[in-house]
């Protein structure tokens, strides 16, 4: 009894001195924090609902995809036919993101801006038509966004993450005609240093006015290179 009784002593004495040891915290070293993202964009574009937006809304009636035929396009009534002569899938854009908190590790506000290409697209319509051909050509789309960042930065060199969400709007120019879009984009990729890699994918709508309202729905799809500082 007394040996248990003069070794709790001891220990409680142990645990209280003000000389014990405690364990060692482990701090790691934090990545510093990047203010702007500077990008280029390799992309390569989809386009969805090509038949309702915008060949029925050009053609005022429900148009369904043909196969083995010399067109692609054909209208309920059988009466329009349509060639797509060309829909131009690559492209590139530039562009620069901006964290006002900065970015290093965790969730930041995000504010984007970029300059891309549009799809060529040449449309040739026989038969009842707004017009006999439609075209959009050499056009960029000029997009602002408003978005999240989440971060996992690696100090110096070292391999880290991230992954991003935007929305938000931008101007369409092209040689025949201007409009409108807006789009959601989300992707994310990795960083080593100020340099890194992401894949990004973006739908967009955009609007034009020309020979009658009208939609194209786009899905670019970019392998973008970024430097940070």
Do not use: C
Not at 15 to 29: D, F, K, N, R, V
């Amino acid at each position: 009894m007394l040996f248990q009784t003069l070794s709790a002593a001891w220990l409680v004495a142990a645990m209280t001195l003000p000389g014990s040891a405690q364990p060692a915290q482990y701090s790691s070293a934090k990545a510093r924090r990047h203010f702007i993202t500077l990008s280029y964009d390799w992309q390569y574009t989809h386009p969805l609902a090509f038949a309702k937006h915008p060949l029925e809304e050009l053609l005022g009636m429900p148009v369904s995809e043909v196969h083995l035929e010399t067109f692609q396009y054909r209208t309920a009534d059988g009466r329009t036919l349509v060639n797509v002569l060309e829909f131009r899938h690559p492209g590139n854009g530039v562009g620069a993101t901006v964290y006002p908190f900065g970015s290093s590790a965790g969730a930041t506000l995000a504010l984007r801006g970029s300059i891309e290409q549009l799809p060529d697209i040449r449309l040739a319509f026989s038969g009842p038509a707004p017009a006999p051909v439609h075209a959009l050509t050499n056009g960029r789309a000029l997009d602002a966004a408003i978005g999240v960042d989440m971060s996992d930065r690696a100090p110096g060199w070292g391999l880290g993450s991230h992954a991003f969400f935007f929305g938000g709007v931008g101007h369409a120019q092209t040689d025949q005609m201007d409009g409108t879009r807006y789009f959601v984009e989300g992707g994310g990729g990795l960083t080593s240093g100020p340099l890194g890699v992401d894949l990004s994918v973006k739908f967009a709508v955009n609007r034009f006015d020309t020979p009658v309202a009208h939609r194209f729905y786009t899905i670019p799809v970019s392998v973008r290179g970024t430097v940070s500082f």
